[in-house]
């Protein structure tokens, strides 16, 4: 068994991470090449079934190549722990960290440094090998909840609250949270996160990126939230090229990779929208407290009803609530025929986080709106729903 693998044309560099696991048990197998393969599983291909436990990609590989494949390698073989040789700018040190390198090795190290880092990285994968083989089957069959928010009336809030609800469950699973924009011609989420993303919708559904997950992480935005965002087309044309096909496949292929998909789409119910409401496990329905909006919603609930595409958890959410405009939440409830899970009070503090691209929950200050964008939050939360299920419905006060 080779426990040890090394991608680089560096021969200098070959010879000192020889001689630094010359004194530990295993032998080094070097790929003399900087070119790093399309499907990592062909580097391993050996007749030992005992997997290599360090990859380390050496001097003169491009780095942009290690991360996506790094990315790859995390999901594919968690256990593995993958070794970065170079000497990359300090501001990307903590965005490689994210792709699943573990260590970071300088080129010019000696054997002796080279031999401790490799030391550790062992008892990494010897950590992370300890997990009980019986649970291992169980995790890698887990999909991803995918949460979309819905609304037949435009207006109300809905890209307000997707982006809140994709920052606080990165509180919760940090890096473990991605936000689609599917309002494919106006979408908001950008402006909403205030990134100028370089890639977006129209890059995550090309031929590529629907059948290399590498690929399709590479075209995610990662926001300061700890969360990735993947954003709407530039300009409203792109999303003539968008099929309901393509987005089933790529809300698909991100539920296998992320522990919460937030998916905010546009109003009404175009044929993009029932593909991913086909595709949701959670579905949250946004409202303001008007007839024209509570009426709409009920139309779309009906439909869906008709249609037999309504996931079983949903959560209603009233937004921009307000005693003073003439409803009730009595009256919101007899009129969509479901009770109102979340009240969220008309607040300025929520339009101005809207206008600078900080969602509330990044900064949390003290406004009541923040309280029910927490609660709505936590209606995600495994360990939440695991206590309250049987309160999951319940009347809320303005």
């Known amino acids: 068994m080779s ?3 090394l991608i680089t044309p560096n021969t200098d560099f070959d010879s000192r991470l020889r ?3 010359a004194g530990l048990y295993g032998n080094v197998q070097t790929y003399f090449t900087n070119m790093l393969p399309d499907d990592p599983s062909v580097l391993f291909a050996q007749p030992d ?29 968690p256990e593995l722990s993958v070794v970065l040789v170079g000497d990359p700018d300090p501001s990307f040190v903590l965005q490689i960290m994210r792709t699943g390198i573990r260590e970071i090795l300088s080129p010019s190290a000696d054997p002796a440094q080279i031999r401790v880092l490799l030391e550790r990285a062992c008892q990494y994968h010897a950590s992370r ?33 997707a982006t809140n609800i994709a920052v606080g469950l990165g509180q919760i699973a940090p890096m473990s949270v991605v936000i689609v924009d599917l309002d494919l011609q106006f979408g908001d989420v950008a402006s909403g996160l205030y990134l100028n993303p370089e890639h977006t919708v129209t890059d995550a559904v090309t031929p590529a990126a629907s059948r290399d997950t590498l690929v399709l992480k590479a075209f995610l935005t990662v926001h300061p939230a700890s969360i990735y965002a993947l954003c709407a087309p530039k300009t409203p044309v792109d999303a003539d090229s968008i099929s309901a096909d393509q987005i089933t496949r790529l809300l698909e292929q991100l539920a296998d990779e992320f522990q919460y998909v937030v998916v ?20 949250v329905w946004v409202s303001g407290m008007d007839v024209p909006g509570i009426r709409g919603l009920r139309s779309g609930l009906d439909v869906l009803r008709q249609l037999e595409i309504l996931p079983e958890s949903r959560h209603v959410v009233l937004n921009m609530a307000d005693t003073k405009l003439g409803l009730s939440v009595q009256d919101v409830e007899a009129t969509i025929g ?21 969602p509330l929950l990044q900064e949390s200050p003290k406004d009541p709106a923040v309280k029910s964008l927490q609660g709505l939050v936590q209606r995600f939360n495994p360990a939440w729903r695991s206590t309250t299920q049987r309160k999951l419905h319940r009347r809320v006060v303005i």
């Open 338 to 358: 479901a009770p109102v899970d979340i009240s969220i009070p008309r607040s300025r503090a929520v339009a101005l986080s809207t206008n600078r691209g900080v």
């Open 264 to 283: 905010d789409t546009a109003p009404g119910l175009p044929e993009v929208g029932l593909a991913a409401l086909e595709q949701c496990t959670d579905v």
């Open 3 to 5: 426990r040890f693998i």
């Open 129 to 161: 090998r300890r997990v009980p083989a019986a649970a291992q089957p169980a995790a890698e069959s887990r999909k991803g909840m995918v949460i979309g928010v819905f609304s037949p009336k435009g207006g109300v809030g809905k890209t307000t609250i």
């Open 49 to 77: 079934p005992e997997q290599p436990e360090v990859l380390i990609l050496g001097p003169e590989v491009p780095v942009e190549e290690a991360l996506r494949l790094a990315m790859v390698l995390d999901v594919q073989f």
């Open 19 to 21: 001689q630094a696991v």
